[in-house]
Protein backbone atom coordinates (compact mmCIF):
# COMPACT_ATOMS: atom_id res chain seq x y z
CA UNK A 1 0.00 0.00 0.00
CA UNK A 2 1.33 3.33 -1.05
CA UNK A 3 2.26 5.34 1.91
CA UNK A 4 0.34 9.08 2.73
CA UNK A 5 3.13 11.28 3.25
CA UNK A 6 2.68 14.34 5.82
CA UNK A 7 5.36 17.26 6.73
CA UNK A 8 5.34 19.08 10.19
CA UNK A 9 4.57 22.89 9.56
CA UNK A 10 5.37 25.69 11.54
CA UNK A 11 3.91 28.80 12.28
CA UNK A 12 5.73 31.76 13.55
CA UNK A 13 3.89 34.24 15.95
CA UNK A 14 5.84 37.74 15.68
CA UNK A 15 4.12 39.10 18.69
CA UNK A 16 4.12 39.05 22.76
CA UNK A 17 2.68 35.83 24.07
CA UNK A 18 1.51 36.44 27.70
CA UNK A 19 1.51 32.94 29.98
CA UNK A 20 -0.23 31.99 32.91
CA UNK A 21 3.13 32.81 35.13
CA UNK A 22 2.40 36.59 34.14
CA UNK A 23 5.84 36.14 32.01
CA UNK A 24 5.72 37.09 28.53
CA UNK A 25 7.28 35.19 25.31
CA UNK A 26 8.56 37.69 22.87
CA UNK A 27 7.45 35.42 19.74
CA UNK A 28 6.79 31.62 18.99
CA UNK A 29 6.83 29.11 16.89
CA UNK A 30 3.83 26.54 16.43
CA UNK A 31 4.67 23.15 15.01
CA UNK A 32 1.42 21.50 13.36
CA UNK A 33 -0.01 18.99 11.17
CA UNK A 34 -3.07 19.40 9.22
CA UNK A 35 -4.90 16.51 7.48
CA UNK A 36 -8.00 17.35 5.36
CA UNK A 37 -9.77 20.43 4.88
CA UNK A 38 -11.72 21.95 7.78
CA UNK A 39 -14.81 23.24 6.94
CA UNK A 40 -17.65 24.15 9.76
CA UNK A 41 -18.30 20.83 11.30
CA UNK A 42 -15.52 18.45 10.88
CA UNK A 43 -12.52 19.84 12.66
CA UNK A 44 -11.57 17.42 15.13
CA UNK A 45 -8.21 18.21 17.62
CA UNK A 46 -5.52 15.99 18.90
CA UNK A 47 -3.39 16.74 22.22
CA UNK A 48 -0.36 14.60 22.74
CA UNK A 49 0.87 13.59 25.49
CA UNK A 50 4.24 13.74 27.49
CA UNK A 51 6.61 12.80 24.57
CA UNK A 52 4.47 12.58 21.49
CA UNK A 53 4.61 15.71 18.79
CA UNK A 54 2.72 17.21 15.94
CA UNK A 55 3.52 14.23 14.02
CA UNK A 56 0.35 12.26 14.47
CA UNK A 57 -0.51 10.12 11.86
CA UNK A 58 0.97 9.02 8.45
CA UNK A 59 4.36 9.29 7.32
CA UNK A 60 7.19 11.91 6.75
CA UNK A 61 9.23 11.12 4.02
CA UNK A 62 12.33 8.79 4.20
CA UNK A 63 10.98 7.70 7.30
CA UNK A 64 10.19 3.83 8.52
CA UNK A 65 7.79 4.62 11.74
CA UNK A 66 4.39 6.64 11.49
CA UNK A 67 3.23 9.36 13.86
CA UNK A 68 2.18 8.68 17.14
CA UNK A 69 -1.51 7.42 16.57
CA UNK A 70 -1.54 6.53 13.04
CA UNK A 71 -3.16 3.46 14.50
CA UNK A 72 -6.26 5.80 15.34
CA UNK A 73 -6.14 8.42 12.65
CA UNK A 74 -6.20 7.70 9.23
CA UNK A 75 -9.16 6.83 6.33
CA UNK A 76 -11.52 4.73 8.63
CA UNK A 77 -9.79 4.95 11.56
CA UNK A 78 -11.29 5.58 14.66
CA UNK A 79 -10.82 9.48 13.87
CA UNK A 80 -11.44 9.20 10.07
CA UNK A 81 -9.90 11.23 7.92
CA UNK A 82 -11.73 10.55 4.83
CA UNK A 83 -14.76 12.01 7.36
CA UNK A 84 -12.97 14.97 9.69
CA UNK A 85 -10.08 17.28 9.37
CA UNK A 86 -7.69 16.59 11.70
CA UNK A 87 -5.14 19.07 13.44
CA UNK A 88 -2.38 18.16 15.89
CA UNK A 89 0.28 20.66 17.35
CA UNK A 90 3.65 20.16 19.04
CA UNK A 91 2.58 21.49 22.70
CA UNK A 92 4.06 24.79 24.20
CA UNK A 93 7.49 23.73 26.00
CA UNK A 94 8.49 21.08 23.29
CA UNK A 95 11.28 20.17 21.42
CA UNK A 96 9.65 19.23 17.95
CA UNK A 97 9.09 22.51 16.54
CA UNK A 98 6.98 24.43 18.81
CA UNK A 99 8.97 26.93 21.40
CA UNK A 100 10.17 25.50 24.11
CA UNK A 101 13.41 25.42 26.42
CA UNK A 102 15.84 24.13 23.80
CA UNK A 103 14.92 27.40 21.20
CA UNK A 104 16.57 30.42 20.76
CA UNK A 105 16.20 32.91 23.27
CA UNK A 106 15.94 36.33 21.09
CA UNK A 107 17.19 38.41 23.78
CA UNK A 108 20.67 36.71 24.40
CA UNK A 109 20.93 34.87 20.75
CA UNK A 110 21.31 31.75 22.75
CA UNK A 111 18.32 28.47 23.92
CA UNK A 112 16.49 29.48 26.63
CA UNK A 113 17.62 26.59 28.63
CA UNK A 114 16.55 27.58 32.19
CA UNK A 115 15.42 31.47 31.18
CA UNK A 116 12.50 29.97 29.55
CA UNK A 117 9.31 30.91 31.67
CA UNK A 118 7.39 27.95 33.93
CA UNK A 119 4.50 27.08 31.58
CA UNK A 120 1.18 25.50 32.13
CA UNK A 121 -1.49 23.39 30.74
CA UNK A 122 -3.41 26.51 29.95
CA UNK A 123 -0.85 27.89 28.31
CA UNK A 124 -0.56 25.03 25.98
CA UNK A 125 -3.97 25.09 24.68
CA UNK A 126 -4.02 29.23 24.48
CA UNK A 127 -0.88 28.10 21.52
CA UNK A 128 -3.09 25.92 20.10
CA UNK A 129 -6.24 28.55 20.13
CA UNK A 130 -3.82 30.87 18.60
CA UNK A 131 -3.12 27.77 15.72
CA UNK A 132 -6.78 27.52 15.14
CA UNK A 133 -7.16 30.85 14.20
CA UNK A 134 -4.36 31.22 12.20
CA UNK A 135 -5.84 27.75 10.05
CA UNK A 136 -9.33 29.73 10.16
CA UNK A 137 -10.83 27.33 12.34
CA UNK A 138 -13.49 28.58 14.58
CA UNK A 139 -15.54 25.27 15.26
CA UNK A 140 -13.90 22.10 16.71
CA UNK A 141 -16.36 19.02 16.63
CA UNK A 142 -14.36 17.22 18.95
CA UNK A 143 -11.24 17.49 20.82
CA UNK A 144 -9.14 14.41 21.79
CA UNK A 145 -6.23 12.85 23.82
CA UNK A 146 -4.78 10.73 26.07
CA UNK A 147 -2.74 11.05 28.96
CA UNK A 148 -1.67 15.05 29.42
CA UNK A 149 -3.53 15.32 26.00
CA UNK A 150 -6.42 14.28 28.05
CA UNK A 151 -5.75 17.26 30.59
CA UNK A 152 -5.34 19.95 27.61
CA UNK A 153 -8.52 17.97 25.97
CA UNK A 154 -10.57 19.20 28.94
CA UNK A 155 -8.50 22.60 29.57
CA UNK A 156 -9.17 23.60 25.93
CA UNK A 157 -13.17 22.12 26.17
CA UNK A 158 -13.77 24.17 29.48
CA UNK A 159 -11.62 27.38 28.81
CA UNK A 160 -13.15 27.72 25.06
CA UNK A 161 -16.52 26.13 25.13
CA UNK A 162 -18.25 28.32 22.37
CA UNK A 163 -16.20 26.97 20.20
CA UNK A 164 -16.19 22.92 21.18
CA UNK A 165 -18.83 20.81 20.61
CA UNK A 166 -17.11 17.89 22.56
CA UNK A 167 -14.03 16.51 24.14
CA UNK A 168 -12.65 12.99 24.33
CA UNK A 169 -9.87 12.14 27.37
CA UNK A 170 -8.37 9.28 27.70
CA UNK A 171 -6.54 7.63 30.49
CA UNK A 172 -6.34 11.27 32.30
CA UNK A 173 -6.75 13.20 35.75
CA UNK A 174 -8.45 16.58 36.74
CA UNK A 175 -5.00 16.60 38.72
CA UNK A 176 -2.03 14.82 39.56
CA UNK A 177 -2.47 12.96 42.70
CA UNK A 178 0.92 12.30 45.07
CA UNK A 179 1.98 8.84 43.74
CA UNK A 180 1.74 10.71 40.08
CA UNK A 181 4.10 13.96 41.92
CA UNK A 182 6.34 11.44 42.86
CA UNK A 183 6.99 9.71 39.77
CA UNK A 184 7.62 12.85 37.82
CA UNK A 185 9.79 14.04 40.87
CA UNK A 186 12.07 11.23 40.47
CA UNK A 187 12.14 11.61 36.80
CA UNK A 188 13.25 15.22 37.30
CA UNK A 189 16.05 14.87 39.80
CA UNK A 190 17.50 11.79 37.68
CA UNK A 191 18.37 14.45 35.13
CA UNK A 192 18.92 17.43 37.44
CA UNK A 193 21.49 14.99 39.30
CA UNK A 194 23.36 14.54 35.74
CA UNK A 195 26.29 16.71 35.70
CA UNK A 196 26.00 17.38 32.58
CA UNK A 197 22.93 19.13 32.61
CA UNK A 198 24.68 21.86 34.44
CA UNK A 199 21.83 24.17 35.79
CA UNK A 200 20.17 23.72 32.06
CA UNK A 201 23.19 24.74 30.06
CA UNK A 202 24.17 21.91 27.58
CA UNK A 203 23.07 22.87 24.65
CA UNK A 204 26.44 23.24 22.98
CA UNK A 205 27.67 20.13 24.81
CA UNK A 206 26.40 16.29 25.42
CA UNK A 207 23.06 16.63 26.82
CA UNK A 208 22.18 14.58 30.62
CA UNK A 209 21.48 11.58 28.68
CA UNK A 210 21.94 9.45 31.62
CA UNK A 211 19.62 11.52 33.71
CA UNK A 212 16.73 11.46 30.64
CA UNK A 213 17.13 8.10 30.55
CA UNK A 214 17.05 7.00 33.55
CA UNK A 215 13.62 9.16 33.81
CA UNK A 216 12.26 7.86 31.05
CA UNK A 217 12.73 4.22 32.38
CA UNK A 218 10.86 5.49 35.52
CA UNK A 219 8.53 6.55 33.33
CA UNK A 220 8.21 3.32 31.29
CA UNK A 221 8.02 1.40 34.51
CA UNK A 222 4.06 2.96 35.44
CA UNK A 223 3.34 2.77 31.80
CA UNK A 224 3.42 -0.73 32.27
CA UNK A 225 0.92 -2.88 34.58
CA UNK A 226 2.49 -5.65 36.70
CA UNK A 227 1.14 -8.36 35.14
CA UNK A 228 1.98 -7.58 31.44
CA UNK A 229 5.77 -6.58 32.58
CA UNK A 230 5.63 -10.54 33.94
CA UNK A 231 4.27 -12.13 31.27
CA UNK A 232 6.65 -10.18 28.41
CA UNK A 233 10.18 -10.70 30.74
CA UNK A 234 9.26 -12.61 33.79
CA UNK A 235 13.20 -12.74 34.79
CA UNK A 236 14.51 -14.23 31.67
CA UNK A 237 18.12 -13.01 31.00
CA UNK A 238 19.74 -11.62 27.37
CA UNK A 239 23.33 -12.58 28.99
CA UNK A 240 25.52 -13.30 31.63
CA UNK A 241 28.70 -13.07 30.83
CA UNK A 242 29.93 -10.26 31.59
CA UNK A 243 32.99 -8.67 33.43
CA UNK A 244 30.32 -5.99 35.17
CA UNK A 245 28.07 -7.85 37.45
CA UNK A 246 26.21 -4.72 37.28
CA UNK A 247 25.96 -4.72 33.63
CA UNK A 248 21.94 -5.34 32.63
CA UNK A 249 21.18 -9.09 32.36
CA UNK A 250 17.45 -9.68 32.68
CA UNK A 251 15.48 -8.68 29.86
CA UNK A 252 13.46 -6.23 31.82
CA UNK A 253 17.18 -4.69 32.26
CA UNK A 254 17.45 -4.51 28.43
CA UNK A 255 13.80 -3.46 27.59
CA UNK A 256 14.37 -0.03 29.89
CA UNK A 257 17.43 0.54 28.90
CA UNK A 258 16.68 0.47 24.59
CA UNK A 259 14.04 2.72 25.65
CA UNK A 260 15.64 5.48 28.06
CA UNK A 261 18.38 5.51 24.74
CA UNK A 262 15.73 5.98 21.97
CA UNK A 263 14.05 8.51 23.90
CA UNK A 264 17.32 10.93 24.94
CA UNK A 265 17.61 10.88 21.06
CA UNK A 266 14.40 12.56 20.31
CA UNK A 267 13.86 14.46 23.94
CA UNK A 268 15.63 17.33 25.13
CA UNK A 269 16.04 16.84 29.23
CA UNK A 270 15.17 20.93 29.68
CA UNK A 271 11.61 19.89 27.69
CA UNK A 272 11.01 16.98 30.17
CA UNK A 273 11.02 19.19 32.93
CA UNK A 274 9.07 21.90 31.69
CA UNK A 275 6.42 20.09 30.68
CA UNK A 276 6.22 17.18 33.98
CA UNK A 277 6.46 20.34 35.44
CA UNK A 278 3.13 21.66 34.04
CA UNK A 279 1.50 18.30 34.09
CA UNK A 280 2.25 18.34 38.17
CA UNK A 281 0.56 21.83 38.48
CA UNK A 282 -2.97 20.96 36.50
CA UNK A 283 -5.87 21.16 38.39
CA UNK A 284 -8.62 22.11 35.95
CA UNK A 285 -11.00 22.72 38.80
CA UNK A 286 -8.88 25.45 40.51
CA UNK A 287 -7.84 26.74 36.85
CA UNK A 288 -11.15 27.44 35.40
CA UNK A 289 -12.76 28.93 38.63
CA UNK A 290 -9.40 31.10 38.65
CA UNK A 291 -9.72 34.86 38.04
CA UNK A 292 -7.95 34.75 35.20
CA UNK A 293 -9.91 32.54 33.06
CA UNK A 294 -11.49 35.09 30.80
CA UNK A 295 -8.02 36.20 29.82
CA UNK A 296 -7.88 35.50 25.66
CA UNK A 297 -10.19 35.71 22.70
CA UNK A 298 -13.57 33.55 22.97
CA UNK A 299 -12.94 32.34 26.86
CA UNK A 300 -15.60 31.85 29.33
CA UNK A 301 -17.04 28.80 30.61
CA UNK A 302 -20.49 30.05 28.75
CA UNK A 303 -23.38 29.64 30.38
CA UNK A 304 -25.17 26.30 31.43
CA UNK A 305 -27.21 26.38 28.55
CA UNK A 306 -24.44 26.04 26.66
CA UNK A 307 -22.71 23.25 27.91
CA UNK A 308 -26.12 21.12 28.26
CA UNK A 309 -25.73 20.69 24.47
CA UNK A 310 -22.11 19.29 24.52
CA UNK A 311 -21.00 16.05 25.17
CA UNK A 312 -17.92 14.48 26.39
CA UNK A 313 -16.38 11.22 26.44
CA UNK A 314 -14.23 9.43 28.80
CA UNK A 315 -12.25 6.25 28.42
CA UNK A 316 -9.82 4.82 31.36
CA UNK A 317 -8.06 1.26 30.96
CA UNK A 318 -8.71 -1.22 33.57
CA UNK A 319 -4.80 -2.10 34.54
CA UNK A 320 -3.66 1.36 34.08
CA UNK A 321 -2.28 2.19 37.66
CA UNK A 322 -0.45 5.13 36.60
CA UNK A 323 -3.97 7.27 35.82
CA UNK A 324 -6.38 5.07 37.42
CA UNK A 325 -10.22 4.64 36.56
CA UNK A 326 -10.74 6.24 39.79
CA UNK A 327 -9.42 9.09 38.06
CA UNK A 328 -11.84 8.74 35.35
CA UNK A 329 -14.90 8.51 36.85
CA UNK A 330 -13.46 12.15 38.63
CA UNK A 331 -13.76 14.04 35.30
CA UNK A 332 -17.46 11.86 34.61
CA UNK A 333 -18.41 13.06 37.98
CA UNK A 334 -16.86 17.00 37.25
CA UNK A 335 -18.05 17.13 33.92
CA UNK A 336 -21.82 16.09 34.31
CA UNK A 337 -21.93 18.43 37.41
CA UNK A 338 -21.30 21.52 34.37
CA UNK A 339 -23.98 19.73 32.65
CA UNK A 340 -21.69 18.64 29.96
CA UNK A 341 -23.59 14.85 28.67
CA UNK A 342 -20.72 12.83 29.67
CA UNK A 343 -20.43 8.98 29.23
CA UNK A 344 -17.89 6.50 30.40
CA UNK A 345 -16.28 3.38 29.40
CA UNK A 346 -13.67 1.41 30.66
CA UNK A 347 -11.76 -0.74 28.21
CA UNK A 348 -10.33 -4.22 30.18
CA UNK A 349 -6.99 -4.38 29.14
CA UNK A 350 -3.40 -5.86 30.51
CA UNK A 351 -1.50 -3.13 29.15
CA UNK A 352 -1.93 -0.24 31.57
CA UNK A 353 -1.31 2.96 30.59
CA UNK A 354 0.43 2.20 27.55
CA UNK A 355 -3.29 0.79 26.65
CA UNK A 356 -4.60 4.27 25.32
CA UNK A 357 -1.14 3.44 22.55
CA UNK A 358 -1.91 -0.33 21.71
CA UNK A 359 -5.92 -0.78 22.68
CA UNK A 360 -6.85 0.07 19.13
CA UNK A 361 -9.69 -1.71 18.32
CA UNK A 362 -11.96 -0.67 21.49
CA UNK A 363 -10.94 2.38 21.21
CA UNK A 364 -12.02 2.57 17.54
CA UNK A 365 -15.40 1.03 18.45
CA UNK A 366 -16.50 3.32 21.26
CA UNK A 367 -14.60 6.27 19.56
CA UNK A 368 -16.41 6.03 16.23
CA UNK A 369 -19.87 5.33 18.00
CA UNK A 370 -19.17 8.72 19.96
CA UNK A 371 -18.44 10.62 17.03
CA UNK A 372 -21.25 8.89 14.66
CA UNK A 373 -23.64 10.30 17.13
CA UNK A 374 -21.92 14.29 16.71
CA UNK B 1 -40.06 -12.03 25.35
CA UNK B 2 -39.92 -9.59 23.12
CA UNK B 3 -43.31 -7.98 23.53
CA UNK B 4 -43.16 -8.44 27.08
CA UNK B 5 -39.89 -6.03 26.93
CA UNK B 6 -41.96 -3.42 24.34
CA UNK B 7 -44.80 -3.49 26.86
CA UNK B 8 -42.75 -2.52 29.75
CA UNK B 9 -41.23 0.12 27.59
CA UNK B 10 -44.42 1.58 26.81
CA UNK B 11 -46.05 1.76 30.44
CA UNK B 12 -42.71 3.72 31.80
CA UNK B 13 -43.33 5.66 29.19
CA UNK B 14 -46.60 6.81 30.14
CA UNK B 15 -45.37 6.90 33.77
CA UNK B 16 -42.11 9.19 33.19
CA UNK B 17 -43.46 13.05 32.99
CA UNK B 18 -42.24 14.91 29.76
CA UNK B 19 -38.34 16.88 30.64
CA UNK B 20 -37.62 14.48 33.51
CA UNK B 21 -34.30 13.40 34.27
CA UNK B 22 -34.07 9.50 33.86
CA UNK B 23 -31.49 7.10 34.69
CA UNK B 24 -31.62 3.62 33.23
CA UNK B 25 -29.68 1.34 35.08
CA UNK B 26 -28.71 -2.14 33.07
CA UNK B 27 -29.73 -0.03 29.70
CA UNK B 28 -29.03 -2.58 27.25
CA UNK B 29 -28.60 -0.97 24.03
CA UNK B 30 -30.41 1.65 24.78
CA UNK B 31 -33.83 1.90 23.25
CA UNK B 32 -35.71 2.66 26.28
CA UNK B 33 -33.78 5.81 26.54
CA UNK B 34 -33.71 6.25 23.27
CA UNK B 35 -37.62 5.83 22.93
CA UNK B 36 -38.12 8.73 26.61
CA UNK B 37 -35.67 10.70 24.73
CA UNK B 38 -37.65 11.14 21.93
CA UNK B 39 -41.03 10.98 22.94
CA UNK B 40 -40.86 12.78 26.55
CA UNK B 41 -37.97 14.70 25.90
CA UNK B 42 -35.98 13.35 29.33
CA UNK B 43 -32.57 13.90 30.12
CA UNK B 44 -31.67 10.49 30.04
CA UNK B 45 -28.33 8.85 31.26
CA UNK B 46 -27.93 4.71 30.85
CA UNK B 47 -25.32 2.51 32.98
CA UNK B 48 -24.55 -0.55 31.37
CA UNK B 49 -21.31 -3.11 31.83
CA UNK B 50 -21.52 -4.87 28.58
CA UNK B 51 -18.90 -2.79 26.12
CA UNK B 52 -20.62 -3.80 22.91
CA UNK B 53 -24.09 -2.53 24.42
CA UNK B 54 -22.34 0.81 25.35
CA UNK B 55 -21.01 1.40 22.11
CA UNK B 56 -24.56 0.71 20.67
CA UNK B 57 -25.77 3.52 23.14
CA UNK B 58 -22.85 5.94 22.11
CA UNK B 59 -24.15 5.21 18.82
CA UNK B 60 -27.65 6.24 19.46
CA UNK B 61 -25.79 9.51 21.03
CA UNK B 62 -27.33 8.18 24.59
CA UNK B 63 -24.91 9.28 27.85
CA UNK B 64 -24.01 5.81 29.20
CA UNK B 65 -21.46 5.12 31.68
CA UNK B 66 -19.92 1.89 32.04
CA UNK B 67 -19.95 0.39 35.15
CA UNK B 68 -21.25 -2.42 37.57
CA UNK B 69 -24.21 -1.43 39.25
CA UNK B 70 -23.59 -4.03 42.48
CA UNK B 71 -20.49 -1.51 43.03
CA UNK B 72 -22.83 0.98 43.90
CA UNK B 73 -23.85 4.49 41.71
CA UNK B 74 -21.31 6.44 44.41
CA UNK B 75 -20.61 8.58 41.11
CA UNK B 76 -23.88 9.70 41.42
CA UNK B 77 -25.48 12.71 43.26
CA UNK B 78 -28.49 12.21 45.77
CA UNK B 79 -31.61 13.24 43.97
CA UNK B 80 -30.31 14.16 40.67
CA UNK B 81 -32.74 11.97 38.96
CA UNK B 82 -36.47 12.34 38.93
CA UNK B 83 -36.57 8.64 37.77
CA UNK B 84 -34.75 5.40 38.00
CA UNK B 85 -35.46 2.36 36.28
CA UNK B 86 -34.56 -1.11 36.86
CA UNK B 87 -35.93 -3.05 33.87
CA UNK B 88 -35.46 -6.99 33.20
CA UNK B 89 -32.57 -6.73 35.57
CA UNK B 90 -33.13 -7.20 38.84
CA UNK B 91 -32.83 -10.87 38.56
CA UNK B 92 -29.06 -10.54 37.49
CA UNK B 93 -28.28 -8.62 40.84
CA UNK B 94 -26.17 -9.52 43.64
CA UNK B 95 -26.87 -7.17 46.29
CA UNK B 96 -30.77 -6.17 45.14
CA UNK B 97 -31.57 -4.25 48.85
CA UNK B 98 -28.19 -1.98 47.91
CA UNK B 99 -28.89 -1.25 44.49
CA UNK B 100 -32.63 -0.61 45.31
CA UNK B 101 -31.73 1.77 48.19
CA UNK B 102 -29.03 3.22 45.46
CA UNK B 103 -31.64 3.83 43.26
CA UNK B 104 -34.05 5.68 45.65
CA UNK B 105 -31.20 8.18 47.11
CA UNK B 106 -29.79 9.13 43.73
CA UNK B 107 -33.94 9.28 42.09
CA UNK B 108 -37.40 10.64 43.65
CA UNK B 109 -39.13 7.15 42.17
CA UNK B 110 -38.05 4.15 41.25
CA UNK B 111 -39.01 1.93 38.09
CA UNK B 112 -38.65 -1.66 39.24
CA UNK B 113 -39.70 -4.49 36.83
CA UNK B 114 -39.00 -8.48 38.21
CA UNK B 115 -40.12 -11.85 36.81
CA UNK B 116 -42.44 -13.35 39.06
CA UNK B 117 -41.20 -16.91 40.20
CA UNK B 118 -44.46 -17.69 41.83
CA UNK B 119 -46.16 -17.41 38.71
CA UNK B 120 -48.42 -20.83 38.00
CA UNK B 121 -46.70 -21.86 34.79
CA UNK B 122 -43.53 -21.73 37.06
CA UNK B 123 -44.66 -23.82 39.58
CA UNK B 124 -46.08 -26.14 37.28
CA UNK B 125 -42.87 -26.76 36.00
CA UNK B 126 -40.82 -26.97 39.32
CA UNK B 127 -43.84 -29.92 40.32
CA UNK B 128 -43.71 -31.42 36.64
CA UNK B 129 -39.80 -31.28 35.65
CA UNK B 130 -38.27 -30.50 39.14
CA UNK B 131 -36.17 -28.11 37.59
CA UNK B 132 -35.69 -24.15 37.62
CA UNK B 133 -33.73 -23.28 35.23
CA UNK B 134 -34.61 -21.75 32.25
CA UNK B 135 -37.69 -20.91 33.13
CA UNK B 136 -38.40 -16.99 32.58
CA UNK B 137 -36.83 -14.39 29.61
CA UNK B 138 -33.08 -15.76 30.29
CA UNK B 139 -32.16 -19.48 29.15
CA UNK B 140 -29.26 -20.91 30.31
CA UNK B 141 -28.21 -23.90 32.77
CA UNK B 142 -28.38 -22.62 36.73
CA UNK B 143 -24.80 -23.12 36.93
CA UNK B 144 -24.08 -20.20 33.98
CA UNK B 145 -27.35 -18.22 33.83
CA UNK B 146 -27.24 -14.70 34.72
CA UNK B 147 -30.63 -14.73 36.77
CA UNK B 148 -29.44 -15.39 40.06
CA UNK B 149 -32.62 -13.42 42.00
CA UNK B 150 -35.60 -15.81 41.71
CA UNK B 151 -38.80 -14.01 44.00
CA UNK B 152 -42.46 -13.71 43.68
CA UNK B 153 -44.88 -10.89 43.90
CA UNK B 154 -45.79 -11.58 47.06
CA UNK B 155 -41.80 -11.87 48.40
CA UNK B 156 -41.00 -8.99 46.49
CA UNK B 157 -43.98 -6.68 47.92
CA UNK B 158 -42.97 -7.65 51.35
CA UNK B 159 -39.47 -6.71 51.04
CA UNK B 160 -40.55 -3.26 49.68
CA UNK B 161 -42.62 -3.01 53.13
CA UNK B 162 -39.64 -3.89 55.07
CA UNK B 163 -37.68 -1.62 53.10
CA UNK B 164 -39.86 1.74 53.97
CA UNK B 165 -40.88 1.79 50.16
CA UNK B 166 -44.31 2.70 48.88
CA UNK B 167 -45.87 1.39 45.77
CA UNK B 168 -47.41 4.02 44.21
CA UNK B 169 -48.30 2.31 41.00
CA UNK B 170 -47.94 -0.97 39.80
CA UNK B 171 -48.79 -3.26 36.46
CA UNK B 172 -49.23 -6.85 36.62
CA UNK B 173 -48.73 -8.76 33.06
CA UNK B 174 -51.01 -11.67 32.89
CA UNK B 175 -51.70 -14.86 30.78
CA UNK B 176 -53.33 -13.47 26.99
CA UNK B 177 -51.65 -10.10 26.85
CA UNK B 178 -53.47 -8.88 29.58
CA UNK B 179 -52.42 -6.16 31.95
CA UNK B 180 -53.83 -5.37 34.94
CA UNK B 181 -53.47 -2.73 37.87
CA UNK B 182 -55.31 -4.70 40.30
CA UNK B 183 -55.54 -8.32 39.25
CA UNK B 184 -56.96 -11.34 41.35
CA UNK B 185 -54.39 -13.84 42.59
CA UNK B 186 -51.54 -11.61 41.50
CA UNK B 187 -48.91 -13.40 42.64
CA UNK B 188 -50.43 -17.30 40.94
CA UNK B 189 -51.36 -14.93 37.30
CA UNK B 190 -48.98 -12.61 36.83
CA UNK B 191 -45.61 -13.26 34.29
CA UNK B 192 -44.27 -10.43 35.38
CA UNK B 193 -44.69 -6.70 37.36
CA UNK B 194 -43.76 -3.31 37.04
CA UNK B 195 -43.72 -1.30 40.15
CA UNK B 196 -43.56 2.89 40.15
CA UNK B 197 -41.97 3.29 43.77
CA UNK B 198 -40.88 6.32 46.72
CA UNK B 199 -39.62 5.95 49.84
CA UNK B 200 -41.35 6.68 52.70
Redesign the interface.
Known amino acids: MERTLTSTQILHIDRPFKLDCGETLPGLDIAYELYGTPSDDNVILIEHALSGDAHAAFYHSGEEKPGWWDTMIGPGKAFDTDRYCIVCSNVLGGCKGTTGPASINPATGRPYGLDFPPISIRDMVDVQRTLLTHLGIERLKCIAGGSMGGMQAMQFFCDYSKICASFICIASALKHSAQQIAFNEVGRRAIMADPRWNEGRYYNQVSPEAGLSVARMIGHITYMSENLMQEKFGRSRKDRHTSNIFRPTFEIEHYLDYQGIAFVKRFDANSYLYITNAIDNFDLITSISSAGRTRGVGRGRGDIQDMRLK?G?VITFSSDWLYPPSQG?EI??FFN?LNV????????TEHGHDAFLTDVK?QT??VQ??L??? | MSTLITRNHAIIEAWVTTGARVLDLGCGDGTLLDTLIRHKQVNGLGVEIDQDKIISCLKKGICVHQTDIDQGLSNLDDMSFDYVVLNATLQVIHKPYKVIDEMLRVGRFAIISISNFGYLQNRVRVLTHGQVSGHIRFAGDWHDTPVIRYVSVTEFMRSLHDMGITIMDARYFLPFGRISAHPPFKDLLAKEALFQLRRG
Do not use: D
Open positions: KLRVKAQTSYTQINAEIGFASM
